[in-house]
């Protein structure tokens, strides 16, 4: 069933949106102010409750912890979540904590470890963005994706955005599974995460091949995500592409 959403305003602090992604339905930069038209821009929209933890909270007390021989990095990460999670229904107030987690998972601190030619601290950026919108994106407890808009394909995405080639792309998504791959960043990414009430699932099944990713609760059954994203992904993504024709 599709709900309705107010349209919303997102302004950072630090931060102004390319103004490319006026090129995404529903979506216009002016300024330093985004607006998201709701209507235009999902192409599923099932709920309007998103989890969170306040970024200064995870910043000060989950990115200082350490694995430890008798407790996994992801339990203390299940067990922050389960104490400091809350539910917002403003979808501006989840773009904004997700900036401050994709900006420091991006950050230009990364580029010397990287190991993916021509990476630059702009890239990094676009990263960052990308991956800021997504967390608008959604998926149940019980593996239903009930919220979907473009930036879920994050390199098609991408590539309409910022007028990337081929190559470029293709790079970015080998930085995105890098925070997969690299265990340092892998780390990261666990602590980081639990501002946005999960763990972040990448798309891809075997091999990068763009399929985005979702922010999911610990314990989503993952067959039924994986056949969800299946159903929907070729059709989206074509639509998705076609904005920058």
């Avoid at 992801?74 to 994709?102: C, M, N, S």
Wanted: glycine residues 8%; proline residues 5%; aromatic residues 10%.
């Amino acid at each position: 069933m599709s709900l309705t959403l107010a349209p919303f305003t997102v302004q950072l602090p630090d931060h102004t949106f390319n103004p490319g992604w006026n090129r995404i339905p529903g979506l216009s930069v002016e300024g330093n102010l985004l607006h998201i038209h709701p209507e235009e821009y999902f192409f599923r929209l099932e709920s309007t409750r998103w989890r969170i933890i306040d970024w200064q909270t995870v910043f000060a007390r989950m990115l200082p912890m350490e694995e430890t021989s008798d407790e996994a990095l992801e339990q203390k990460a299940l067990k922050f979540i389960e104490d400091h999670v809350r539910i917002t229904h403003d979808p501006a107030e989840v773009v904004g904590v997700a900036w401050q987690v994709y900006s420091y998972l991006f950050r230009t601190e990364h580029l010397p470890t990287l190991d993916v030619p021509g990476i630059t601290a702009d890239h990094l950026k676009i990263l960052a963005e990308v991956s800021t919108l997504t967390a608008l994106n959604k998926v149940d407890a019980d593996g239903r994706i009930s919220i979907v808009g473009p930036a879920w394909f994050f390199g098609d995405t991408a590539r309409v955005v910022y007028d990337l080639d081929e190559a470029t792309v293709q790079n970015l998504d080998e930085v995105f599974h890098g925070g997969l791959f690299n265990e340092n960043r892998r780390i990261e990414s666990v602590k980081a995460h639990t501002a946005l009430g999960g763990r972040l699932v990448h798309g891809c099944q075997s091999a990068p091949s763009q399929k985005g990713g979702v922010v999911a609760p610990y314990g989503t059954p993952m067959d039924r995500f994986r056949d969800d994203l299946a159903g929907f992904r070729d059709a989206w993504i074509t639509d998705v592409r076609s904005f920058g024709a």
